[in-house]
């Protein structure tokens, strides 16, 4: 099963090419550190989203080449950063009051697990090591949506959207819409409400690669993405 | 995206009865007069206002009040060189006084904006301004527990504002205003200049534009205190 | 009694010439609105205090000639001032952070009544009218020194120090010192000690215009101020 | 009245053992090396000490700890490309650890600032980081309250100061610095360079001077990602 789910999962870019497409024209937009960054690249043309990053930062562009990057100028993930017309720098309580109040259109996160009552787990595997949180544990909570991408299942094929999360929790409730490899799935009233799947896959096998029941409310679409 | 609004007219536009209306400034300074004024011809009622003051003379928030709009008012200092306006309206029933001390007011604002429920605050502790209110001691001293303020709509004057709504502001006019663009709903932005993004360093970005839902150029405005040197009134 | 205190008693601007002489070099200093703002006027020379206004400036300066007013640039107690080098502008609850914060070395406050305790009473009479508490409650708890200035006796003749207020409370067990127009008064340990009197008034004719016990401690000095 | 400090040394020599510091920066940007550096010269022991991170490589806050230096380290996030030094401690059970997640340490640290003893937040609400905190209610939805973070002392980057301690900031390496200096009892800033009064545009200044105690000038400071990809090792 696992390996005939990974001939046609989709990869991370085309995962993240459709959380794009969802965003609105004028969204404020977090993009959690790590596959998340990778949805600012699909932003669909003439639609203009406004990044904020963490660490007090609205307004930033792509990547700088190489040997250009300024270590002042760099985002949630470390990462160098260059700016837009229009940006603009903050401390960190007025980066988090954006977060935490409300002021985001959307948070996009990677997960460990997501459960069909929206409860999140993404920052800690509870297996020892070394805890470590960032601000992912505000973003659940401070966003008006917030969205998760996502490989659907784990490496060893066992499913990422459960029941009840396992893993230490990120936040309780939280996330609305899971992107993943095979699905396009909502939480709405303590369940998982399939969206979109691959036509590649038929709803038993999808429902059995899924810790939950997936309900179906209308219609349920192809997820259709491009070679990317 | 360009968060330009063409006339003050459709910038109060969306401010129905029995909104709360968050009005930024400090007695006349970082007043939005202009604003005020757009919202008096629109004519609302039941308005619930949050400024720190309550009006000067018969312009501005004080002709706001004259017109009979506003029902309740949330405030830490209503007196000036010439509150008739409200004192009137006060002393006959005929508004809702709500006194808040002035940093409580401001952080109760902040907390609206950055989705704080509640704080404690040692201020007020053991007067008549915290009865009522939750009281918790922590490292042995008392302290009184606020709520956050939020509103329906906030009317602020900036100076500069660009297309996507980052703001500077003048001087002391500063205040409350980028405390309450980020507590409302709406917030709408009166300015000197609008300029293209980019036309404001970004570190010289005071509110950034996220808290902004619109910006409308008044290229001239007036200072409230002049308005009341020179007798006027409004409408 | 009133009458003959009258004749000794130091005027406003005497009181405030007192107050300024405790205000060491490189203060942080707010001054209530109305009669402590006086006290900027008599910086000692050569030492150098930083002016803060709840309204968000520090470091400002002198009132502006008439006619050069800028009605942005104003003081809590909504008057025209300017600016000296160095100055700062900051939004609201940057400013009563710096003030319930304890970053402010004193705070010189007018008094309608003053408890032995340290309790305040200086924004409402309690009869009536509107009430209006402005910053003052915030400064009580927020400057390290909170210092009264005030005439020693109501305009009737009747005390305004007490064993405790009759007035609606500003701060409970805030104020640490009492500049009045007979004498300098300590709040130690629940009482008032006595630091400076007018070499005209008696101990007992000043112990007579005094609502609470005063304490002696020490020495007790002669209040001595210019005339100005 | 002149806050500049003549050398690094002096800048930290007042930090004794058992000292809690806080340390600006996230990551690399905004971190005093320099200051850190000073620190390690001196060699005080046992520090508390906040930063978000927990250092990288081998120099600036991880050198810090890897001179055993820390004895509990308050943080959001201790990985990073190389938190070999944090590691190792950690695992080996001599260093402490409290994990906080970033928005609430950023507001914790304002709070001690501000004079807010506890607030609520939503963050963290039904997670393990909300173990033994108090919950409560408001307006239907559960928060978790949080204390304020203060410190003894804060060691901060800024780009210009003036000699009176007001500051502005370089891009994004503003971050914690402007909280940590309201929190600490003694701030000390590394600027890149110290200008007279009124060299910075009023408008322009990011901490106001009384938030800090002294300025010591770094005219041109390290970057502790350009540090660890040049392989550098302090001391």
């Known amino acids: ?228 | 995206m360009n968060k330009t609004i063409a006339s003050l007219r459709e910038a109060v536009a969306p401010i129905g009865d029995g909104a709360t209306v968050m009005i930024g400034g400090f007695g006349g300074s970082g007043a939005p007069i202009e604003l005020i004024h757009a919202l008096i011809d629109a004519g609302p009622k039941n308005l619930t206002v949050i400024n720190n003051n309550a009006g000067n003379g018969r312009v501005g928030l004080a002709a706001l009040i004259e017109q009979g709009m506003v029902e309740k008012l949330i405030c830490s200092f209503p007196r000036s060189a010439d509150p008739k306006v409200f004192t009137d309206l006060y002393l006959a029933g005929k508004i809702e006084l709500e006194i808040v001390p002035q940093g409580t007011l401001a952080e109760r604002i902040r907390a609206g904006g950055a989705g704080i429920p509640a704080f404690y605050t040692p201020t007020s502790y053991g007067t008549e301004l915290a009865d009522g209110k939750p009281v918790a001691e922590f490292d042995g001293r008392p302290y009184v527990q606020e709520r956050w303020l939020k509103a329906d709509f906030a009317l602020i004057k900036a100076e500069l504002g660009d297309t996507l709504g980052n703001l500077t502001y003048r001087m002391a006019a500063r205040n409350f205003n980028p405390l309450m663009a980020m507590a409302a709903a709406e917030t709408v932005a009166q300015v000197s200049g609008i300029v293209p993004p980019g036309g404001i360093d970004p570190e010289h970005v005071i509110t950034p534009g996220i808290f902004v839902n619109g910006v409308v150029e008044v290229p001239d405005p007036k200072q409230e205190e002049i308005l009341n040197r020179e007798g006027a009134v409004y409408p």
């Not at chain 1, 959380?19 to 937009?29: F, S």
């Not at chain 1, 009552?117 to 544990?137: C, E, Q, R």
Request: net charge negative.
């Open chain 1, 1 to 228: 099963m696992s390996d005939a789910l990974n001939i046609i999962k989709l990869t991370n870019e085309q995962i993240a090419w459709r959380a794009a497409q969802d965003i609105q024209e004028g969204a404020y937009v977090n993009l959690g550190i790590g596959f998340p960054e990778m949805v600012a690249r699909f932003q669909p043309e003439g639609r203009e989203a406004i990044f904020h990053t963490e660490n007090g930062v609205l307004g930033f562009g792509e990547t700088p080449p190489e040997g250009e990057e300024d270590w002042d100028l760099i985002n949630a993930g470390k990462k160098a950063i260059t700016l837009k017309p229009g940006a603009a720098f903050f401390n960190h309580a007025d980066s988090f009051a954006m977060v935490r109040g409300g002021h985001l259109d959307v948070a996009i996160l990677g997960a460990y697990q997501v459960a069909e009552d929206g409860d999140l787990a993404n920052w800690s595997t509870g297996k020892g090591g070394i805890p470590a949180v960032g601000g992912a544990m505000d973003l659940v909570h401070g966003a008006k949506r917030v969205a998760v991408i996502t490989d659907h299942v784990t490496k060893k094929g066992e499913p990422k959207l459960l029941k009840r999360c396992t893993m230490p929790l990120t936040g309780v409730g939280c996330v609305t819409r899971v992107y993943t490899s095979l699905a396009v799935v909502d939480i709405e009233g303590g369940h998982f409400v399939l969206r979109e799947k691959l036509a590649a896959i038929s709803f038993d096998d999808l429902q059995a690669a899924t810790g939950a029941e997936l309900h179906i409310e209308g219609d349920v679409t192809d997820l259709v993405v491009p070679q990317l």
